[in-house]
C-alpha cells in the first residue's frame, strides 16, 4: 500500500515550457486535491475532483488544468510556466468518510526560471 | 469566505508543554483539523475537532470552542522530533471538502 505517490519529485522549467505532473493514490478515495505551497505559507487549493470525471478550481486556478483519468489518477498540467508558478506542489486525496483527514504526497518541487 | 490565523513561530523547550492557537473566520465549517509538516517533508494528520471541546491523541490535545471562533493544538512532554510547522484547517460545510489551511506555525524545540 503506497497511499499517494508523485512523480517528479523534483522538476526544473524555462518560463513557457509545459509539464504534466502525476499523481495517484492506491487506497480507493474518491476525492482527490492539488495544493500549492510557498514558502512560509500554507497550502492553496489550486484544483479538486470530487470523484472520478468531475474536476472544479479551487482558490488558484490559473495557469493549470487537470485530469482525473481514472479513480485512483489526477494529474495537474501547466501549459505555459511561469517563475509565479515557482513552488512546491502537493497532491492529496480524502480519507473516505472524512471531511478533514487527507492523505499528502511527497510532492514535487518545481523551479521555473 | 473562510481565514485561518496562526503565531508564525513558537519556541519551547525539550520536555515542555506548548500551545498553537488558531483563530478563524468562516461562515461554517465541519471541524477544525490539525496538520504536522516536517521540513522538506508533506502534511501529515494529526488531529480532527469535529465538536466543541478537547480531543487527546497520545502526547497531542486540540481544542475547539466554536463560539469563540478558537481552537489550539497542545503538545506535551515536548520532543526534539516535534520541531516542525503545525497547520491548522478548515473544510466547508457543503460542497467539496477542500480544506483551507491557516499559514502555519513553526515550532522550534530547544535542548
Known amino acids: 500500500n503506497a497511499g499517494v505517490t508523485q512523480t517528479p519529485k523534483f522538476q526544473v522549467l524555462k518560463t513557457g515550457q509545459s509539464m504534466t505532473l502525476q499523481c495517484a493514490q492506491d487506497m480507493n478515495h474518491n476525492s482527490m486535491y492539488w495544493y500549492r505551497q510557498d514558502p512560509g505559507m500554507g497550502l492553496r487549493l489550486i484544483y479538486y475532483s470530487a470523484s472520478e470525471g468531475t474536476t472544479d478550481k479551487g482558490e488558484v486556478p490559473n495557469g493549470y488544468n487537470v485530469s482525473r483519468l481514472n479513480k485512483r489518477e489526477f494529474s495537474l498540467r501547466l501549459e505555459s510556466a511561469a517563475p509565479s508558478q515557482t513552488s512546491v506542489y502537493f497532491c492529496?486525496?480524502?480519507?473516505?468518510?472524512?471531511?478533514?483527514?487527507?492523505?499528502f504526497g511527497p510532492g514535487t518541487r518545481l523551479t521555473v526560471l | 469566505g473562510q481565514s485561518l490565523e496562526q503565531p508564525s513561530e513558537v519556541t519551547a523547550v525539550e520536555g515542555a508543554i506548548v500551545q498553537i492557537n488558531c483563530t478563524y473566520q468562516?461562515?461554517?465549517?465541519?471541524?477544525l483539523s490539525w496538520y504536522q509538516q516536517h521540513d522538506g517533508g508533506a502534511p501529515t494528520f494529526l488531529s480532527y475537532n469535529a465538536l466543541d471541546g478537547l480531543e487527546e491523541t497520545g502526547r497531542f490535545s486540540s481544542f475547539l470552542s466554536r463560539s469563540d471562533s478558537y481552537g489550539y493544538l497542545l503538545l506535551q512532554e515536548l520532543q526534539m522530533k516535534d520541531s516542525a510547522s503545525y497547520f491548522c484547517a478548515v473544510s466547508p460545510p457543503t460542497g467539496r471538502r477542500a480544506l483551507t489551511f491557516g499559514s502555519g506555525t513553526r515550532l522550534q524545540v530547544q535542548p
Open positions: 492529496a486525496s480524502l480519507s473516505v468518510g472524512s471531511y478533514n483527514e487527507q492523505f
Open positions: 468562516t461562515s461554517g465549517f465541519y471541524g
